[in-house]
């Protein structure tokens, strides 16, 4: 079955450090990937969409990276702070090409 | 531009019932998916439509429905409610289907099922 793993555990760095969060995936063959932040009762707000042929992709302190072969995606946040204190999530497009699956995410707290 | 509006934000049911939610997306968005979410599922897909037409649909029974206006104004419908149905639905809305495309999502409405 189709599967897509993020880190339950909630992850606690320290400010100023890099954050770095998984997402592995099991029987998809996605051409996009894409990485969410959901704040407490909101919704996701997108942050990074990386294509299946681009191995890196860079917005301003956030990098992505999507390994189809080891079908893993790391996303970091380097010098992290506070505010980015929230749930991260990443997602694919199915194998049909009209739906995005979402993994569970993993919350992640920055603390000063 | 104004984002994803969805209304009502909040509701109250009992088991049994039927509710309609509502979307409206970003002006010029075509797409528009429907998310169930709850603490132990996370984010699960319910259904997507481009221009009017239903272009997938997740697993969920078929009490779970939805349809799109020409204006892309999106709702779904749940009939028969039951308590499991308790959850954030979220609608978001793209200019493309799929994963080519971010997605902007609304605030959601939690729905309470007693």
């Known amino acids: 079955s189709q599967k897509i793993e993020q880190n339950s555990e909630a992850l606690n760095i320290q400010e100023g450090k890099t954050a770095t969060l998984t997402c592995n995936y099991t029987?998809?063959?996605?051409?996009?990937l894409q990485w969410y932040r959901q704040d407490p009762g909101r919704g996701p707000v997108f942050l990074l969409l990386?294509?299946?042929?681009?191995k890196e992709k860079r917005k301003e302190r956030l990098k992505v990276t999507f390994d189809t072969t080891l079908k893993q995606s790391l996303f970091h946040i380097t010098a992290s702070q506070p505010a980015d204190s929230a749930t991260y999530l990443c997602?694919?497009?199915?194998?049909?090409?009209?739906?995005?699956?979402f993994g569970k995410g993993t919350s992640l707290l920055v603390t000063p | 531009k104004a984002g994803v509006t969805q209304t009502p934000r909040y509701l109250i049911k009992t088991r049994g019932q039927q509710v309609t939610l509502s979307c409206s997306p970003i002006?010029?968005?075509?797409?528009v998916s429907w998310y169930q979410q709850t603490p132990g599922q996370g984010l699960q897909f319910l259904f997507e439509?481009?221009?009017?037409?239903?272009?997938n649909k997740g697993n969920f029974p078929g009490r779970f429905s939805g349809r799109q206006f020409s204006n892309s104004r999106s709702e779904m419908n749940v009939s028969t409610l039951e308590l499991g149905d308790s959850a954030l639905y979220l609608c978001?809305?793209?200019?493309?289907?799929?994963?080519?495309?971010?997605?902007?999502f609304g605030p959601g409405t939690r729905l309470t099922v007693t």
């Open positions: 978001a809305s793209s200019l493309a289907v799929g994963g080519s495309s971010e997605q902007y």
């Open positions: 002006s010029g968005h075509r797409s």
């Open positions: 029987n998809y063959s996605p051409a996009y």
């Open positions: 990386i294509r299946e042929n681009e």
């Open positions: 439509y481009f221009s009017e037409t239903q272009r």
């Open positions: 997602a694919l497009d199915s194998n049909s090409g009209y739906a995005l699956n």
